[in-house]
């Protein structure tokens, strides 16, 4: 079999159920990883003593804590305290946890950018705190750490084949597993790494075009 | 003289320390509907921290505020909706840098008022008008000059229909030749009956704008009265050598 053979006949139609699930733990963990980041975020900066220790304890750890091994504990750890998650739920937990750590970062570095005064003229509006930060620090605070958020998402694109690691049969996995099967690990890996860049490629050009449009217009 | 109707805001004795200065001092004064006053004096004597107690931006030591029979201090969770009945009105202008001039005042009526988008947009469209900036209903806080941006968030405060609006130092973060305009606005508002507490430097303004003048010194009220008792009383020694340096001080070389 040549090689064009194998990519077009072989490769690339069988890869199509672990692209779709590729996709799927992204869809899931993205937007969770932005809320809960701005969750952390809002409870680091107005929340009461024990919350703001909560949530630094929250970024320190998942920060801290390799990925790798952050899926393994969900996935081999949590079954023997019985809480068995399955392994496509343990992957995307594992990415939200790891996302939106470090996602609260860029928006606690945002928040603290809007000036005070805003908070203040929303209160005197009638605003409770709750709503200043839904209706008038996020949307600030998110558009402001958008950058960051989608370097972010760009990492959470890559390390999802992590998810192979637990016999999540994403992407990588399926096409490591062709590649077993016919013994063609150069070509298949090339391919996947063409698949990885074009999906990178098309978030990079869509955040750009985010950014623009909801860019905070600046004196 | 016009007559001013019941008494809306009432002030007892509130007292306000940061750590061992001591801001306001047991200071008490009913405000009537209608009624402007503008408080005067030196940098530091608490004008600002009062405008902040009374809707408690700022929580004060003691002493107490009330709107009609409603006790503003120790309100709660009721503070919420007693503010929406107090505009305020802020020396950096404090608008949502991420809305335009529409939606900065749609956005209370949104989601404090909870109106239907339509009757929002009309109400904002209303309250952009009346401030004369209609043309710029599209345009964010950084397309604004300072005054337009003043002038945005009087509007602001104004959609929200309160009983009283609280000014704090409304001009002074504007250039000169910009603070016309706001103070043209505000003045528009005293002639349509609005309830107003003006904390300014404007000694011209205050003394055209004012039922009464409020002349305070190291957190305590030293001598108020009406524009005209203050120019023509000796007992208003103080204030008068206060609105003179003032003058002075403002006046440019050469002119007068």
């Known amino acids: 079999m040549d090689q064009a053979t194998f990519i077009f006949d072989i490769l690339i139609p069988n890869l199509g159920e672990g692209f779709l699930v590729t996709l799927a733990l992204i869809a899931l963990s993205a937007p969770c990883g932005l809320l809960v980041g701005m969750g952390v975020a809002a409870g680091r900066v107005y929340g009461t003593r024990p919350l703001r220790i909560l949530a630094k304890g929250y970024v320190v750890f998942f920060k801290g804590c390799p990925l790798l091994l952050l899926l393994f504990i969900l996935y081999f750890g949590l079954p023997s305290l019985g809480l068995p998650l399955g392994a496509f739920l343990s992957a995307v937990l594992g990415f939200i946890f790891c996302n939106s750590a470090y996602n609260s970062e860029f928006i606690r570095g945002a928040i603290h950018s809007i000036k005070e005064g805003q908070f203040t003229a929303a209160q005197a509006l009638g605003m409770s705190r709750g709503q200043v930060i839904r209706y008038i620090i996020m949307p600030q605070a998110v558009r402001k750490a958008f950058p960051g958020i989608m370097n972010e998402f760009i990492y959470l694109i890559k390390f999802s084949s992590l998810a192979y690691m637990i016999t999540v049969i994403e992407l990588t996995g399926a096409g490591k597993m062709i590649a077993t099967k016919y013994f063609m690990f150069t070509e298949t890996f090339f391919i996947l790494g063409l698949v990885y860049l074009v999906l990178v490629s098309v978030t990079t050009v869509a955040a750009h075009f985010i950014e623009k449009k909801y860019r905070i217009i600046a004196q | ?256």
């Open chain 2, 1 to 256: 003289m016009h007559t001013k109707g019941d008494i809306i805001l009432r002030v007892e004795g509130l007292s306000k320390s940061f750590g061992s200065l001591q801001v306001l001092r047991d200071i008490s004064f009913t405000v009537r509907k209608g009624e402007t006053k503008c408080f005067i004096g030196p940098s530091g004597t608490g004008k600002s921290t009062l405008l902040r107690c009374i809707n408690q931006l700022t929580v004060p030591d003691s002493g107490r505020v009330f709107l009609f029979d409603q006790e503003v201090t120790n309100a709660g969770p009721r503070i919420n909706e007693l503010r929406q009945r107090m505009g305020m009105v802020f020396q950096n202008f404090n608008l949502f840098d991420h809305l335009t001039a529409r939606k900065n005042v749609e956005i209370a009526l949104l989601r404090v008022k909870r109106m239907e988008a339509s009757a929002a947009r009309e109400k904002a469209g209303f309250e952009l008008r009346r401030v004369g900036l209609e043309d710029k209903a599209d345009q964010y806080p950084a397309q604004l000059s300072g005054g337009q941006a003043q002038r945005v968030s009087i509007a602001r405060a104004l959609a929200m229909d309160p009983d009283v609006m609280l000014f704090d130092e409304p001009t002074s973060a504007l250039d000169p030749e910009l603070t016309g305009e706001v103070l043209e606005v505000i003045k528009g508002l005293a002639r349509d009956g609005m309830t107003m507490l003006i904390v300014t430097h404007e000694m011209g303004f205050a003394l055209s704008v004012a039922d009464e003048i409020l002349f305070m010194e190291n957190g305590q009220i030293a001598e108020r009265g009406t524009p005209e008792e203050l120019m023509t009383n000796p007992g208003f020694d103080r204030t008068r050598r206060f609105i003179g340096r003032i003058r002075d001080f403002t006046r440019a070389p050469g002119e007068g």
